[in-house]
C-alpha cells in the first residue's frame, strides 16, 4: 500500500496475478523475460511485459519493471521493484524463481484527475522509504516512462520497434512504422531480413519508403536500391529467367498491396481483371481474383512501349513516369540481355507480326523495340537495293539511325551487306561516266587515284560483307547485278586506260613520280640528313588496301597517315617491284635462266639475303615481318640502332591470293591488321619515320572469268622466257594489237647482253589462256590497279591534338522555360564524322536539383551524332522529353538539360559539359492521380 502521501478518495484495489520469472544470475545488461502466466479466467489485468536489468554497482541485485494491460490498452499501468538474490547464490548459476502480486490502481469515481508517484532514491532523502504523490493531469506513469524509456511490450514487433529498428526515430514515424508492421507481420518473422532492413532505414523514411526498402530487402536489391524503378527491373529479371520467388516474396511478406498500387500510381498501370473504377488509386486490398502477375505488367509495359506510350487516347504526361525507367532499361548495357529476353517474349504475345509486317519502311524505321522490326526492315532494304528504288543516302540514314538501338547487332551482318551493296551501286552510278572523259596518260592514273579507286575498295568492301549475308540465296539478284556492273566497270576502265597506253612511247607519265625513283625521292633525303626510317614493303599491297590502312591508321590516337601515288614498274610482278624499291642505278633482268629474276647494278635482289647485301652498302638492313615482330622490344630497337634505314618485307595477299585466290579480299583485311601491328611495334623500337609501300597491286573479280575477257591470241617472237596471265617477257617478240609491247629501253630497264628484250603486256584487263591456277587474282598488267603504287607516309605525334577524338557538338537553346509536358531541344552536330573524329551516342535528360543531387524528371533520350555531311543543315538532331512526376516538385525552378556519355570499355557513365537551364512553369492541373 502507499504511504500517507496519497492523494484523498484514492483507492487501491488488490488483484492478485501469479507471475514467475526466472532470472539467471549471471545475466547482465538489459534482458527481456517472457511472464509465465497461468489462465486466470475473467482477470481484468494482465501482465504484459517484464525487464530486468541486473546492477553490479551494489551487489548482485536486480530491477524488475513490470507493464500492465488492461483489454487492448497497453499502458494500463506500470510497477517496478529491486530484488537481490542471497549472497550464497551469487555465481553458482543455479536460476531464481520469483512470485509477484501486481496491484492494478483504479480511480472508482472515473472523473478526478488521476495521480503519479515520485521516488525519491536514498540519495535524495535516506530516511524516506515511502512513495510521495502528486497531482499530474493525463498521464499518471510519466515518472516511470522518464525512468526507463520508451513503452515496452512482449509484443514480438513492440521488441522489433524498439530494439532492432532505428531508435531515434520520432513517434510520429514510429507509429508509421508500427502500422506497416502490423499489417505485413510475415516480413517480421525472418530475422535475416529484419536485420537488413534495419541497415537500411533511417529515422527519416516514412511508411511509403519503409515498405520499398522492405520489398529492397526481399529482392536483395543493393544498399540504396529501393526505387519502384530498381525493384521491377530485379522482378523483370527473375521473370526472364522463368524465377518468381522475388514476386512470390513481396505477396507472402504482405507487401503486394503496396506493390501494385504503387506501380499503378507511379507508372499508370492499370490491372486486368473487374476492378472497380477507382482501383488503382485507393487503398482498399485486393482481392485475389484481381492479383496481378508479372507477365500482366510485362505484357501491358511492351504494348505501351509500341504504341509510344500512348494509350486509349491518354496523353503521354500519364505515362511519363514509365517511359522514363522503360528508357533507361533500354538503354543500360548491363539489361540488355534482360531486355531483348523481354521482348522476344511479349512480341509473340502481342501478336504483333502481321502488324510489322504491313508496315512500310519509313514506319518501321521510327520502332527499335522487337526484334521483327529490324528482321523486316532488313527485308525491305534488300529489296529496295535490289530493285533500285531508294537512294544510297536513304540506305545509309536509315541503317546510321539503326546503329544505336537494341537489335543492330543482332542484324549486323545484314545490314553491312545492305549498306556495302548500295554504296558499289552508288559509286558505280558516280564514276562510271567520268571515265570517258579521261584524255591523257596523267589525267587517268590522278583520276584513279583519287575517285576511282573507290569503286575497287567498295567492290571489295562488298563482296566480303555479302559472304556473312543471311539473304545470300534468297537475295542472289543483288549480288548477280553487282558483279555484272563491276565486270563491265572493269572492262569499261580497262579500255580507256589502254588508248592512253597506246599513246605512250615509253613508260612513263609526266608529272607523277616512278616506283624506281623511290628510293632517291623518298629515302635517301632522311636517311642524309641523319634520321631513321623504316620501310615496310607489304607484296601486292593495291592502292585501295592501302588507303584502308591509312585510313584505320588515322582512326587511333596520335597516328597520322597519308597516302600518295607512284606509277608502279612494267611488268607489275614481284620481283621487279621489289628490286624498283632498293637503292639503284640501274635494273635488268637476269640474263641467266628464264629472265624472272632481277639485277640490282648487276647483282641479284630475289630473296631477303640478296636484298639485304645491297641495302648494307647504304647502311641498311633487311628483315620479315614474321622475325620483326616476334622480337622483343630491347631486341627490335637494338636492330634499329644499328643501321639508318630498315626494309620490312611483309607478305600475306600475295602469299594467300596465289594458293587460294577466293580469300583475296580476306587476306586484304588480314594485310590491314598485320600492318597496324607492325607500324606500332617499330614506332615502340623508337621509329618515328615510316613508310609502307608494295612491290604490285592486282586485278580481281568475285566471279568467273568470260570468254571476253580471255585473250584469243599468244605471243609470238625469237624466244618467249616468261609468259603468266598479265605478261610475257621474251626477245623480239612481235607486235600485235592484242598486246601493248615495250622494249627493256623503253621500261627503263637495261639490257645487259643485248637480248633485244621485249615486254608484252594483254591490252586492258584481258588474260592469257594457260596451264596455270589463278585466274580471278592476277597482276603483272598495265591496268590502273595494278600499276597505281601506293606510299603511305606514317608518324607518330606526341601532342594531344592528334588524338582521336567523338565529334562535337552543341545544344541550340530556342527557349529558356518550360510551360507543358514536353521539351523538344535541337541539337547541332558542329562538324562532319571523319577520320580522328568519331561518331558518338550521348544520352540527354532534364534534371532537378535537390540538396545538391540531379533527379531525374524526364525521360532520357539517346542522341546519335554520325553525319559525315560537310552542310551543317544536315547534322540537326532533334530530342524530346517528356516530364515525369517527379518534375512537380521542382515547378518555378531551375531545371537542367544533361547529358551524359558511357565511358569506352566500361557500363559507367560521365556528365558532359553541354548543358541548358530551363525555368519549370508549368501550370498544375488535377488528374485524380496521386503519384
Not at 621474251?730 to 645487259?752: C, I, K, R, V
Request: net charge negative; proline share 4%.
Amino acid at each position: 500500500m502507499p504511504g500517507a502521501g496519497h492523494a484523498p478518495r484514492r483507492v487501491l484495489q488488490e488483484k492478485p496475478r501469479a507471475a514467475d520469472v526466472e532470472m539467471p544470475p549471471s545475466s547482465r545488461g538489459q534482458t527481456v523475460i517472457r511472464p509465465a502466466m497461468p489462465a486466470a479466467p475473467r482477470a481484468p489485468v494482465h501482465i504484459a511485459h517484464v525487464r530486468a536489468h541486473r546492477h553490479d554497482d551494489d551487489g548482485p541485485v536486480t530491477r524488475v519493471v513490470l507493464d500492465a494491460g488492461r483489454g487492448d490498452t497497453t499502458l494500463a499501468g506500470r510497477c517496478s521493484m529491486r530484488l537481490s538474490a542471497p549472497a550464497d547464490m551469487v555465481g553458482t548459476g543455479v536460476p531464481l524463481f520469483f512470485g509477484f502480486t501486481f496491484l492494478a490502481e483504479t480511480n472508482h469515481t472515473g472523473e478526478r484527475p488521476f495521480h503519479t508517484r515520485i521516488r525519491k532514491s536514498r540519495r535524495q532523502d535516506p530516511h524516506t522509504h515511502h512513495t510521495n504523490w502528486r497531482r499530474l493531469e493525463n498521464n499518471w506513469l510519466l515518472d516511470l516512462e522518464l525512468a526507463y524509456g520508451p513503452i515496452f511490450s512482449a509484443d514480438k514487433l513492440m521488441l522489433i520497434l524498439n530494439e532492432t529498428l532505428p531508435g531515434d526515430a520520432g513517434s510520429e514515424t514510429r507509429e508509421a512504422w508500427l502500422d506497416v508492421m502490423k499489417q505485413t507481420k510475415p516480413f517480421f518473422d525472418n530475422d535475416d531480413d529484419v536485420t537488413a532492413l534495419a541497415k537500411r532505414l533511417t529515422a527519416n523514411d516514412d511508411a511509403r519508403v519503409m515498405q520499398a526498402k522492405m520489398i529492397a530487402v526481399l529482392l536483395d536489391l543493393p544498399d540504396g536500391k529501393h526505387s519502384l524503378q530498381d525493384i521491377w527491373r530485379r522482378l523483370l529479371e527473375q521473370y526472364t529467367d522463368g524465377n518468381d520467388e522475388g514476386i512470390e516474396r513481396i505477396k507472402q511478406a504482405g507487401l503486394s498491396d503496396f506493390h501494385w498500387k504503387g506501380t499503378c500510381g507511379i507508372y499508370g498501370y492499370v490491372c486486368p481483371g473487374d476492378l472497380p473504377v477507382d482501383f488503382p488509386f485507393d487503398l482498399a486490398p485486393m482481392g485475389e481474383d484481381k492479383s496481378p502477375t508479372v507477365k500482366d505488367f510485362v505484357i501491358w509495359l511492351f504494348r505501351l512501349a509500341w504504341n509510344d506510350f500512348t494509350q486509349d487516347g491518354t496523353g503521354s504526361d500519364r505515362y511519363a513516369n514509365i517511359r522514363r525507367d522503360f528508357e533507361n532499361w533500354r538503354n543500360d548495357r548491363t539489361f540488355t540481355a534482360t531486355f531483348k529476353n523481354l521482348a522476344e517474349q511479349t512480341c509473340e504475345e502481342l501478336g504483333l507480326n502481321r502488324e510489322i509486317l504491313a508496315m512500310s519502311l519509313q514506319e518501321l524505321a521510327e520502332h527499335g523495340l522487337f526484334g521483327e522490326v529490324d528482321q523486316q526492315i532488313v527485308t525491305l532494304l534488300y529489296q529496295c537495293v535490289g530493285n533500285e528504288s531508294i537512294s544510297h543516302k536513304d540506305v545509309q540514314n536509315i541503317i546510321r539511325e539503326r546503329e544505336p538501338r537494341l537489335w543492330y547487332n543482332d542484324y549486323q551482318d545484314d545490314y553491312e551487306a545492305i549498306s556495302a551493296a548500295s554504296g558499289l551501286r552508288s559509286l558505280l552510278d558516280e564514276n562510271e561516266p567520268l571515265m570517258d572523259d579521261i584524255d591523257s596518260p596523267k589525267q587517268g592514273f590522278t583520276l584513279y587515284a583519287k575517285r576511282l579507286y573507290l569503286v575497287d575498295q567498295a567492290y571489295r568492301l562488298f563482296v566480303c560483307a555479302w559472304k556473312n549475308s543471311t539473304r545470300q540465296i534468297e537475295c542472289s539478284g543483288i549480288r548477280d547485278n553487282l558483279e555484272h556492273r563491276y565486270s563491265l566497270f572493269q572492262s569499261h576502265l580497262g579500255g580507256v586506260w589502254q588508248r592512253q597506253l597506246d599513246i605512250l612511247d615509253h613508260w612513263d607519265i609526266d608529272d607523277v613520280p616512278t616506283q624506281q625513283d623511290f628510293y632517291e625521292r623518298c629515302i635517301s633525303k632522311t636517311v642524309n640528313a641523319g634520321r631513321k626510317i623504316a620501310v615496310i614493303i607489304s607484296d601486292a599491297l593495291r592502292y585501295e588496301v592501302a588507303q584502308s590502312f591509312a585510313e584505320r591508321l588515322r582512326s587511333q590516337n596520335r597516328w597520322s597517315a597519308r597516302a600518295e601515288a607512284q606509277l608502279g614498274v612494267l611488268p607489275s610482278y614481284t620481283q621487279l617491284g621489289m628490286a624498283a624499291l632498293l637503292p639503284h642505278k640501274t635494273l635488268a633482268f637476269n640474263p641467266v635462266g628464264e629472265h624472272s629474276t632481277v639485277l640490282v647494278a648487276g647483282a641479284s635482289s630475289q630473296g631477303l639475303d640478296n636484298r639485304a647485301a645491297i641495302l648494307a652498302k647504304v647502311g641498311g638492313k633487311a628483315v620479315t615481318y614474321e622475325d620483326f615482330i616476334k622480337r622483343s622490344r630491347d631486341e627490335s630497337r637494338e636492330l634499329v640502332k644499328s643501321c639508318n634505314a630498315l626494309y620490312v618485307f611483309h607478305n600475306v595477299i600475295d602469299k594467300i591470293s596465289e594458293n587460294k585466290e577466293e580469300d583475296t579480299f580476306d587476306a586484304c583485311e588480314q594485310c590491314v591488321g598485320e600492318l597496324v601491328s607492325l607500324v606500332k611495334k617499330l614506332a615502340n623500337a623508337n621509329v618515328t619515320n615510316m613508310i609502307v609501300t608494295a612491290d604490285h597491286g592486282f586485278l580481281y573479280q568475285d566471279h568467273d572469268v568470260v570468254d571476253s575477257e580471255w585473250l584469243s591470241v599468244q605471243p609470238q617472237g625469237d624466244i618467249v622466257w616468261q609468259r603468266k596471265r598479265r605478261f610475257v617477257i621474251g626477245s623480239n617478240l612481235a607486235e600485235s594489237p592484242s598486246f601493248t609491247t615495250f622494249t627493256a629501253d623503253q621500261l627503263g630497264l637495261d639490257d645487259p647482253k643485248d637480248e633485244s628484250v621485249t615486254v608484252q603486256i594483254p591490252n586492258a584487263i584481258h588474260r592469257l589462256r594457260m596451264q596455270e591456277r589463278g585466274v580471278r587474282y592476277v597482276h603483272g598488267g598495265a591496268s590502273l590497279p595494278e600499276i597505281v603504287v601506293p606510299v603511305v607516309h606514317i608518324s607518330k605525334g606526341r601532342s594531344a591534338s592528334e588524338d582521336v577524338r567523338p565529334v562535337d557538338f552543341c545544344i541550340l537553346q530556342q527557349t529558356d522555360s518550360i510551360t507543358t509536358g514536353q521539351l523538344a531541344v535541337e541539337f547541332l552536330q558542329t562538324e562532319p564524322v571523319q577520320d580522328k573524329v568519331t561518331q558518338r551516342t550521348v544520352f540527354a535528360g532534364l534534371y532537378g536539383r535537390e540538396n545538391g543531387n540531379a533527379v531525374s524528371i524526364s525521360n532520357e533520350v539517346p542522341v546519335t551524332f554520325l553525319s559525315n555531311s560537310p552542310e551543317a543543315r544536315e547534322r540537326h538532331v532533334l530530342a524530346t522529353f517528356l516530364l515525369t512526376s517527379d518534375a512537380d516538385r521542382f515547378n518555378n525552378t531551375t531545371v537542367e538539360l544533361l547529358v551524359f556519355e558511357t565511358i569506352p570499355g566500361s557500363s559507367q557513365r560521365c556528365m558532359l559539359e553541354q548543358k541548358a537551364d530551363y525555368v519549370l512553369r508549368r501550370g498544375f492541373f488535377d488528374d485524380g492521380i496521386d503519384f
